[in-house]
């Protein structure tokens, strides 16, 4: 199985919308879903910072940044898993 990461931060209210639309398609990709919390990291933070939520898959370091709706996802999904 699969890790789709969602890069987040504490409070990030988009966050919780993007972790919405990536439940309902887990199941489909074979997924499972992990945050990481981009403050303990200082790489993180600085590449994720402004983008957030961003989520991806291994081997895909660009992700899919917000603002992403469900189709904008599932196409991303479609593509690298």
């Keep these: 199985m699969k890790t789709l990461y969602l890069y987040t931060t504490l409070g990030c209210h988009l966050c919780e919308q993007a972790q919405a639309l990536a439940w309902p398609l ?47 996802l599932e196409a991303y999904l479609a593509a690298h898993c």
């Design 26 to 72: 887990l199941g489909t990709y074979g997924l499972r879903l992990q945050s990481v919390e981009i403050a303990d990291d200082p790489q993180l933070l600085e590449r994720y910072g402004v983008r957030i939520p961003v989520l991806a898959v291994v081997g895909d370091e660009e992700g899919l940044g917000w603002p992403f709706d469900a189709a904008a």
